[in-house]
C-alpha cells in the first residue's frame, strides 16, 4: 500500500525557512518521480517543484525558484522541500506525490499547511 506523509509545515514570518518532508513507503522510492504542488484557499492547486526518479533533475515554478529546493534521500525513502525566503503568498496546503511510471498513476499525501505572517 503506497503511503506519503508530509510533515514540517506550521507558522513563519516573512523572510523565514520551513523545511517540509515526505515520507514514502510501499513503493520504489528510485522508481517514482515525485513533487510538491500547493493549494492555497479559493485557488487551483499548483505545481511547485519536482524531481526525477534518480534526482538527477529538478524543475521549480518561476515563483519559487531560488526560494526553494527539491531533494530525495534515498538511504530514507524521504523527499524533502527546503523553503527560504517565505512570503505571504507561499500560504498554502502543501502536498506531496508520487508517479507512478506504469501504468501511469498519481499518488498523493495529506497535505501539510504552511502559513506565511506577521
Known amino acids: 500500500q503506497v503511503r506519503l506523509v508530509e510533515s514540517g509545515g506550521g507558522v513563519v514570518q516573512p523572510g523565514g525557512s520551513l523545511r517540509l518532508s515526505c515520507v514514502a513507503s510501499g513503493f520504489p522510492f528510485s522508481n517514482y518521480g515525485m513533487s510538491w504542488y500547493r493549494q492555497a484557499p479559493g485557488k487551483e492547486r499548483e505545481l511547485v517543484a519536482t524531481i526525477t526518479s534518480t534526482g538527477g533533475t529538478t524543475t521549480y515554478a518561476d515563483s519559487v525558484k531560488g526560494r526553494f529546493t527539491i531533494s530525495k534521500d534515498y538511504a530514507k525513502d524521504t523527499m524533502y522541500l527546503q523553503m527560504n525566503s517565505l512570503n505571504p503568498e507561499d500560504t498554502a496546503v502543501y502536498y506531496c506525490?508520487?508517479?507512478?511510471?506504469?501504468?501511469?498513476?498519481?499518488?498523493w499525501g495529506q497535505g501539510t499547511q504552511v502559513t506565511v505572517s506577521s
Open positions: 506525490s508520487a508517479r507512478r511510471p506504469w501504468p501511469m498513476f498519481t499518488y
